[in-house]
Structure formats: structure tokens, C-alpha cells
């Protein structure tokens, strides 16, 4: 299968500052890519649609000012955690679409465990 | 609307048993495409397979097996003979144009596998 690479695993951070995430796809170019965030025992939530050139289309209730995504190209897509605080500590995971959109899978990275102090 | 639903909160089995994790779905759309995944305690979601709703046969990959019936909208997971390294939580999950090609996820089963 198709391999996404998610970077940093887990970041430790003060509250105020800002964290970036990146989500890269290795071996395929993915003209869209998601950003899921996690809380322990649930499901994944979809935070914002992220497309190639565009800007992302942000899910209802998530802050598009304090999560920035950015798809500057085929391969990398990026979610910064602004002046994060303690409630923003969670699991984020990103997936990568195939450009395929006729085999409609979604291939996750390995997430990102955000601590906010 | 669309709606995946996995009823079965947590299942705990006994190594090498046969364990079967339940998926029901909802959709208007006569396209669509069904997914499981894996989470481990790492974190990541892993892949298993993808079905579409046109293709109605089950499908076995080593000791993995699916059983896909639209008369009953059920898209079920079997593992058979089960191993600790099973244990993780399994999503079942939906994507059609109704959902604008997003996947509508099931809330998970965490499945324990005891030696």
C-alpha cells in the first residue's frame, strides 16, 4: 500500500506557542489530503478537507484561524496548531488520497500526539 | 444521510478463537465503498480492505475474512483464529457521493485478544 509519513509523532508544548504538523505522501502524489483530529476512545473527526493549490475547506465548528492548513504540493500537506492551549492537546492524524480517484482509499499517517502545558 | 454503526463497544476473546466484529451502514447512494481499518495502541490506522457496492462477494486474506450483504447492509469482520497481535480497535467506514467522497466512520470496536 500507498505510504504517508507524519512528522513529529509527539510534541510537548507550552501554551501560546504554535506547532506544525507535516504529513508527507512518499511514494504517491495525493491531491487531497485530510486532517482527523482524536480524542482517546472515539472516533476520528474529520477537522478540514485540504486540496492542492487550494485553500482547505474546514469542517463546521473547527477554527480555520487556529488550525492553518497548507498544500503547497502533491506531496505535503501541513496543520499548525496556533497559539495552542491545553485544550488543544489530542491525537492528530492526517491521510493522503490517491489521485486514483477510482480506488477511493484513504492511507493515514502515524499521528501526532500534541501535549499543551 | 449516512451512518455507520458498530454496536460492539469492546470485544475480549481468548487466544485462537474466532472473533467477529459487526458492521451495519446507511446510504441513499447505490455507489459507494466500504472500509476497515486497524488501530494498534501505536496510533496508526492501518488499511485492510475496501469494497465497493457493486461487488458483493466475501473475501478471505489469510485469516481475515469479510462478509459483505447489502440485503442487510452488514460489511462484518472475521478473524479466525485469533492472535494477541489482533488486539487493537477496528473502524468500519463508509464513503459514497453522498458524503462528498469523505469517509463516515463507525465509532470502533476494541477487540482484546488474551493469551
Known amino acids: ?117 | 444521510a449516512q451512518k455507520v454503526t458498530q454496536a460492539q463497544t469492546e470485544i475480549s476473546v481468548v487466544e485462537k478463537e474466532d472473533v467477529t466484529l459487526d458492521c451495519v451502514y446507511e446510504t441513499r447512494d447505490t455507489t459507494y465503498y466500504l472500509f476497515w481499518y486497524k488501530q494498534p495502541p501505536s496510533g496508526e490506522l492501518v488499511f485492510l480492505i475496501r469494497r465497493n457496492s457493486f461487488d458483493e462477494q466475501n473475501e478471505i486474506s489469510g485469516r481475515y475474512s469479510w462478509n459483505f450483504q447489502k440485503s442487510t447492509s452488514s460489511f462484518n469482520f472475521t478473524i479466525t483464529a485469533s492472535q494477541v497481535v489482533d488486539s487493537a480497535v477496528y473502524f468500519c467506514a463508509l464513503i459514497s457521493m453522498d458524503s462528498n467522497y469523505q469517509l463516515i466512520w463507525g465509532a470502533g470496536t476494541k477487540l482484546i485478544i488474551k493469551p
Open chain 1, 1 to 117: 500500500g500507498a505510504v504517508v509519513s507524519q512528522h513529529p509523532s509527539w510534541v510537548i508544548c507550552k501554551s501560546g506557542t504554535s506547532v506544525k504538523i507535516e504529513c508527507r505522501s512518499l511514494d504517491f502524489q495525493a491531491t487531497t489530503m485530510f486532517w482527523y483530529r482524536q480524542f482517546p476512545k472515539q472516533s476520528l473527526m474529520l477537522m478540514a478537507t485540504s486540496n492542492e493549490g487550494s485553500k482547505a475547506t474546514y469542517e463546521q465548528g473547527v477554527e480555520k484561524d487556529k488550525f492553518l492548513i497548507n498544500h503547497a504540493s502533491l506531496t505535503l500537506s501541513t496543520l499548525t496548531v496556533t497559539s495552542a492551549h491545553p485544550e488543544d492537546s489530542s491525537f492528530y492524524i492526517c491521510s493522503a488520497y490517491q489521485a486514483d480517484i477510482a480506488k477511493n482509499i484513504q492511507y493515514f499517517g502515524a499521528g501526532t500526539r500534541l501535549s499543551v502545558l
